[in-house]
């Protein structure tokens, strides 16, 4: 985690709530409460086996994991890639197993409809392989139609493995740092910074007041929900100005004067990584070149 | 089983079903490696003017004024909560405002293109909602096309003299559904049928993603409307210091 007198200052607003809100056990069921899947991704990044490998070195694994699954394009590299990621979350990462399925439903349900439009054909006529007669068309598919579908969701699969390794291993902020490394002009930079805390401020206040809504039968209907959403959504905003104003000031009285410097921890690179890595892009591209 | 009792069986399958889908497919967020790299790098190019012209906007700002930073930060980080919120919806399952219509009328278009990459990163790696190879496909329906949309409608509707509510509605709802079809025709440019071709696959996207996203757009509407009515009743100063200008 990157620290230092700001970034303590900061914290005290509220900032630092990410990490208290997940640690006093309370997290678990506010996830549910509040819907977010915000704080659970966050909490495992930050809790992760993971977390003490180099963030660039990350980084490359999982944009080149990504770029030979899409490049590859072959159902046995795709799946290799799940199978392998989901085994280095769960053993090295520390991830249960059900709750990396449970992160994976999500962008499950979107694959399986998009599949389904990418398999099936609109047409006036019975065509291909099978037809489903609907009213007014025929809603049909074939064997080769049904595969290239399969392979698609199979790919899109593995590119969100290897995009869940980044993100469940890697803290928004060492990120960010690393993009700066990268040359994006600092102004991005510390915009997204800024952005990340300001969101777990905002996700605690919205939180409480949720419950105060709640506790008026303020979600009771239909109509009383929308009426308790436009409130709490205005109310939001207005908090957001206030709070932005106080950050503003404290900033500005500590010397702010356009670059946010933070203290990093050394992640030094681990050779045996680094050659894990190699044998895994090794294995992969031998995989693909059998699969001809 | 009797005719009536199987009837009731299918009509909770299908009510069952629709659960399932409107819970995760709220957000119309174009998955990690599901577009082929060339779209990829189409719709990052195709988007990149319009997030120049933001950051140049966002950097004068900054320039003028150095604690402007806090408030952009803070508008990003409204966003980014608004569309992760549960909102309120009749099956009583959760769905997702896309935020986008109502950070355009509030913070103008330009500024909200360049937050909206920042939110749709920060979406892909804390939500896992869309990806980073997508991420410029997803930037040009949800932070460009969007938003200009709406506050393009909204302005028309000013000059209309349109109820004032009545034009945030149709600027809200519009985008939203404007956003959905963009992202159901880079589908189908990306994945064209083969009987009809690129028209032909754009109904199927159009059609598989309608049933969860016109009743979310009205809904967008409805929200974005009720937020604006306790905004203009209680907050006319913080209405005014984000550039929101009276109508």
Known sequence: ?292 | MTGKQRKLVRITACAALLGCVLPTAGAMHIMEGFLPPAMCVLWGVAALPFLLAGYFSLQRAVVRDRRSVTLIAMAGAFIFVISSLKIPSVTGSCSHMTGTGLGAILFGPSAVSILGVIVLLFQAILLAHGGLTTLGANTFSMAVAGPFVSFGIYKLCQKLRVNKMVSVFLAAALGDLLTYCVTSLQLAVAYPSVVGGVSGSAVEFLGVFAPTQLPLAILEGVLTVAVMIMLESYARPELCAVGFEEG
């Open chain 1, 1 to 292: 985690m990157c620290r230092t007198s700001l970034s303590v200052l900061l914290t005290n607003g509220g900032v630092g709530s990410t990490i208290s809100t997940i640690s006093d056990g309370k997290g678990e069921g506010d996830m549910r409460h509040n819907g977010h899947g915000v704080r659970s991704v966050d909490h495992l990044a930050y809790c992760s086996g993971m977390n003490d490998w180099n963030p660039g070195f990350k980084v490359v694994l999982s944009l080149g994991t990504l770029a030979i699954c899409l490049a590859a394009d072959r159902a046995v590299v795709s799946l290799a890639v799940i199978a392998v990621l989901a085994w280095l979350q769960n053993v090295r990462g520390g991830v249960r197993l059900s709750a990396y399925i449970g992160l994976l439903r999500a962008p499950l349900v979107f694959l399986l409809l998009g599949g389904l439009a990418v398999a099936c054909d609109i047409s006036r006529v019975p065509a291909g392989d099978w037809s489903l007669p609907l009213p007014g068309f025929y809603l049909c598919t074939d064997w080769d139609r049904a595969r290239f579908a399969c392979g698609l969701v199979l790919k899109a699969l593995g590119a969100v493995s290897a995009m869940y390794l980044l993100a469940l291993t890697t803290t928004a902020c060492e990120l960010v740092s690393v993009l700066h490394r990268v040359r994006l002009p600092s102004l991005l930079t510390e915009l997204m910074y800024l952005t990340y805390r300001f969101i777990f401020v905002l996700l605690d206040t919205y939180g409480r007041m949720y419950d105060a809504a709640a506790a008026r039968l303020g979600w009771r209907d239909f109509r009383t929900s929308c009426r308790s959403f436009g409130g709490t959504a205005a109310n939001l905003l207005v908090v957001a100005l206030r709070r932005s104003r106080n950050y503003s000031n404290a900033m500005a009285a500590r010397g702010y004067d356009g670059a946010l410097h933070f203290l990093e921890e050394k992640k030094p690179l681990r050779r045996a990584q680094v050659a894990w890595t190699l044998v895994f892009w090794t294995a992969l591209l031998a995989m693909r070149l059998a699969a001809g």
